[in-house]
């Protein structure tokens, strides 16, 4: 089952955090604070923006929903869908293309029985093709969370999966701890 | 104020310093002007996004007579004294408005014969001057699902040119937004979102500002098209607005009520919702006479004349 | 060995602390600067340096400051470009992770020359374990006095902060990027007005590249002379050239600028030569922006010189036969390459990675990738080719921000180049590359 709870609040210490971003912007620019607030978000949501989420975090720096909603639409770190517990992101452009990118993906196609976008039905993986990482020395490339992993090969692939696997890995950890 | 000289296809004129090309053009008039989907005179921060108004700078101004290397938008760019500006007597600026008018058509539903914006759809003038007869595209059209937005109002996203004009009416006349642009590049949509109802007391001049069919009034839907409908100056007592409209009218029936929009498309005054959808019956108007509408659609231009 | 001004210690274990960059001589053009030169004298010196924008544009930096609007009582702003997205860019990740304290450096001569008070490093959302590293390297020049209140008793203070984007390539772009951080979508704006005169939060501001600003520090310290000395003609200085494709040695190289492109693809000590001894077939020289080059061309320019790693050397010959510099970002390919499929892979990028605002780039860019999906899988005709060429031409020129050239280059220069390629494609109705 993929988690689609909501966060209602956050604690007082993942708000102290947000006020310290929100004080980096001059008086009344605290809208600038709403990538970090909303990468906070997500990873406290389960790893996607609800409409409830956006909400908060629009009372949070005072501002429209709708403004909230459309900066988080255009941005692709953000997921507006609930995804699994652990988040693929395999890079496809033209430098990850040229060492195996495409094999890279149709592995873990095929491992999770998944196509990118979708999840798999424990929950546990999503997977998704993204456009560079500027790791391109590396290719291929792939992200989870905030890890680089880098020089793939289908075995390093496996290996990483079977690790996941084991430690429930989740890629949705406060990105600021 | 200072005035300076700018040249538009070989037409010179004097105009404040600070103008824009598109309005220096403006004031010169007729066929010279160059079209204009997403600038609208009166929203603050419009234009620049279409590029249908794109014009070559051959001459910067007579201090600095070096063209400008690309084309400029007209609409944002500010004219200077001895500017050269050319528009319909540059080859390559006719070339990049044909190019601009297939961009914005490759993926528009060209659903006019059940569009209530047909006759008075600037998108469609501008495909009659600069589409070409035939499409280039092979591949499925983008599309979205016609929502409400609201009791009174119908969103075709499918019809929409991103023009942006109808969330600077909600940002710049109205308190709180509630619908804006989600997703990105072709993705891009007009939307609430969530469901949500954009009411306020200004709302309904979305519909009037909006170039295509893709904000249409929800209470004269599919009533007629608006070739077949004589069009009235008329006023009333308004505690919220001007008051002063035009009714469009079969008949003794008033179908429709909107702005009165100048021969660029541009409302003269923004009305409220209250005499846009709440007053249709003939004795809530004073009727002042015929409107004259200046020749702007390719429907509408032979039969308004006749008026 | 080259000059290394950028590169110099990043295998010193540790460089990323302030302790260990301190004691390599870290912060002492900050003590000269703040001691010796007033923040006009600084500028001079950048604009003698003849530094020039290392994200892509090479607009010369100095030049840049000098445009700052210095007659309103308005904050100014100094913002660090870290958005690195460009295909075959990841220059900048390696200054940010490895020697933060040298950016960090650069910030503050800049943000004096500029006379703001607030400074900010816009890094794309993806590399957060870097914006993380670069934070902790913040707060460390904090503990030290290096940023704050009254640095080092000069009355000049400094605050400094990291702001992650997530996920936007168009950020690079720099009123887009501004957007960004002032919390909207990443829309560029139209010019003018210039950042110069309205930026952040509508007031002077200055964007420059990471690899810019870390450059600034070696300047103070050795003076712009010496700067000035290293390269050819007006590519001045060192440049950071990252790597990769089909080499041998994918890797970040800082080359003197004027080193030949022959001895930089060859050279043992740079990309070691094309991997399994196959042949050159293109390359794409400065991200994938750029127009590609074919082997004959990119080694040697049309009038048969050598091709140097240079601002001028690489654009002799214009488009027809030349390309850019750009951001440094070198994509090699070897003879097994498709160039329809490495195109299709650029074309998707750009079609992803469009804001949406005006219409060419908007609805051109996916329509190309469209029409190179179908070359690529053997649906293509001999008039897409053409259709191609012509929806590349509509769209340069004609957006409201560099995008729309830069999805337009590599469609226009891949047909120039290689369109017997793309029209085998249509002929064989397949790949005539694919397995």
Not at chain 2, 56 to 63: D, L, P, R
Not at chain 2, 188 to 199: M, P, Y
Request: charged share 25%; net charge negative; with cysteine.
């Amino acid at each position: 089952m993929q988690n689609n709870t909501n966060i209602s609040e956050f604690n007082t210490e993942t708000l102290e955090l947000v006020n310290r971003i929100i004080s980096r912007y001059p008086e009344g620019r605290q809208k600038s604070a709403i990538l970090p607030v909303l990468h906070i978000a997500q990873s406290e949501n389960s790893g996607w923006l609800s409409s409830e989420t956006m909400d908060y975090v629009a009372s949070l720096l005072q501002i429209q929903p709708i403004e909230v909603y459309e900066v988080a639409s255009f941005y692709s770190m953000f997921n507006l869908q609930p995804v699994g517990n652990c988040m693929i992101e395999v890079c496809q452009t033209g430098p990850c293309w040229l060492n195996g990118a495409e094999d890279i993906l149709a592995h873990f196609e095929k491992r999770l029985g998944i196509k990118p976008g979708e999840t798999t039905a424990d929950g546990q993986f999503s997977l998704k093709a993204v456009e560079c990482l500027a790791a391109c020395g590396n290719a291929p490339v792939i992200q989870v969370g905030i890890e680089y992993h880098e020089k793939m090969t289908t075995g390093k692939a496996d290996e990483l999966l079977e690790k996941w696997q084991s430690e429930n890995k989740c890629s949705h950890t406060n990105p600021y701890l | 104020m200072s005035l300076v000289k700018v040249t538009i296809d070989q037409i010179e004129v004097e105009v404040e310093a600070g103008t824009t090309i598109l309005n220096a053009a403006r004031i010169i008039g007729g066929n010279i002007v160059p079209p204009a989907m997403c600038y609208y005179s009166k929203l603050e921060g419009s234009g620049g996004k279409c590029r249908t108004c794109l014009v070559k700078v051959a001459q910067g101004s007579a201090k600095d007579p070096r063209p400008m290397p690309k084309l400029m938008p007209s609409c944002r760019t500010l004219v200077q004294d001895g500017m050269v500006v050319q528009n319909i007597t540059s080859p390559e600026v006719m070339e990049a408005r044909k190019a601009i008018t297939e961009f914005l058509l490759i993926n528009h539903p060209l659903d006019c014969p059940v569009c209530d914006q047909a006759g008075e759809c600037h998108l469609q003038d501008l495909s009659y001057d600069h589409g070409l007869a035939d499409t280039q595209t092979v591949e499925d059209r983008r599309t979205f699902a016609p929502i409400d937005i609201g009791d009174k109002i119908k969103l075709h996203m499918n019809r929409c040119i991103l023009c942006y004009r109808c969330v600077m009416v909600a940002d710049q006349l109205t308190d709180h937004r509630v619908h804006g642009v989600l997703g990105r590049g072709d993705h891009c949509e007009i939307s609430t979102h969530i469901l949500k109802a954009v009411d306020n007391d200004f709302s309904g001049n979305m519909i009037d500002v909006c170039p295509v069919g893709a904000l249409t009034d929800k209470t004269f839907r599919f009533k007629s098209r608006v070739w077949f409908t004589k069009p009235f100056d008329a006023h009333r007592e308004c505690t919220k607005c001007i008051g002063k409209v035009v009714l469009w009218k079969k008949g003794d029936e008033i179908l429709r009520v909107t702005g009165r929009k100048d021969k660029y498309g541009e409302l003269e005054e923004f009305i409220c919702n209250d005499c846009r959808f709440e007053h249709k019956e003939p004795n809530d108007w004073q009727i002042e006479g015929p409107r004259k509408i200046e020749r702007h659609s390719v429907i509408g231009q032979n039969h308004y004349e006749k008026l | 060995m080259a000059q290394q001004i950028l590169l110099k210690n990043s295998d010193v274990p540790g460089l990323a602390s302030f302790e260990v960059y301190r004691k390599l001589g870290g912060y002492a053009s900050v003590e000269k600067t703040l001691k010796n030169f007033t923040p006009d004298q600084v500028t001079d010196e950048v604009k003698k340096s003849g530094l020039k924008g290392r994200g892509g544009a090479g607009f010369p930096a100095g030049m840049k400051w000098s445009f700052l609007d210095k007659s309103t009582s308005n904050p100014r702003y100094f913002v660090c470009n870290f958005d690195e997205s460009e295909p075959g860019t990841f220059k900048d990740r390696h200054i940010g992770q490895l020697n933060p304290h040298q950016l960090i450096e650069g910030m503050i001569l800049g943000s004096y020359a500029l006379g703001a008070r607030t400074s900010y490093i816009y890094i794309r959302g993806e590399l957060f374990y870097v914006l993380r590293i670069i934070e902790k390297a913040i707060e460390e020049a904090y503990a030290n006095g290096f940023l704050g209140k009254n640095i080092l008793g000069s009355g000049y203070s400094l605050d400094l902060y990291c702001h992650p984007g997530a996920g936007a390539y168009i950020c690079g772009e720099e009123t887009a990027l501004i957007e960004s951080l002032e919390g909207k979508r990443g829309n560029p704006r139209i010019k003018p007005p210039f950042p110069a005169i309205v930026g952040l939060y509508d007031c002077p501001t200055v964007v420059n590249n990471v690899e810019t600003i870390a450059n600034l520090p070696w300047i103070m310290n050795n003076g712009a002379e010496a700067y000035a000395a290293i390269g050819v003609g007006n590519s001045k200085g060192t440049k950071l050239i990252s790597a990769c494709g089909h080499i041998n040695k994918p890797g970040i190289y800082e080359i003197e600028l004027g080193l030949p492109v022959e001895e930089f693809i060859y050279s043992d000590e740079y990309c070691g030569g094309i991997r399994n001894g196959n042949k050159l077939k293109a390359v794409v020289a400065g991200g994938s922006s750029v127009p590609i080059l074919p082997a004959e061309l990119i080694l040697k320019t049309a009038k048969g010189e050598p091709r140097l790693m240079s601002y001028e050397s690489l654009a002799e010959g214009g488009f027809e036969t030349g390309t850019m510099l750009g951001s440094g970002g070198f994509i090699v390919m070897d003879e097994t390459t498709c160039i329809v499929k490495n195109l299709l892979t650029f074309s998707r990028f750009y079609h992803h990675e469009s804001c949406g605002q005006c219409s060419p780039c908007r609805e051109g860019t996916g329509w190309m990738e469209r029409i190179l999906h179908r070359i690529e899988n053997g649906h293509g005709t001999m008039k897409d080719i053409d259709l191609l060429v012509s929806i590349s031409k509509h769209i340069e020129g004609n957006t409201i921000c560099p995008l729309g050239d830069a999805a337009a280059w590599p469609v226009a220069s891949a047909i120039r180049h290689f369109r017997q390629e793309f029209e085998d494609h249509v002929k064989l109705q397949k790949c005539p590359l694919s397995k």
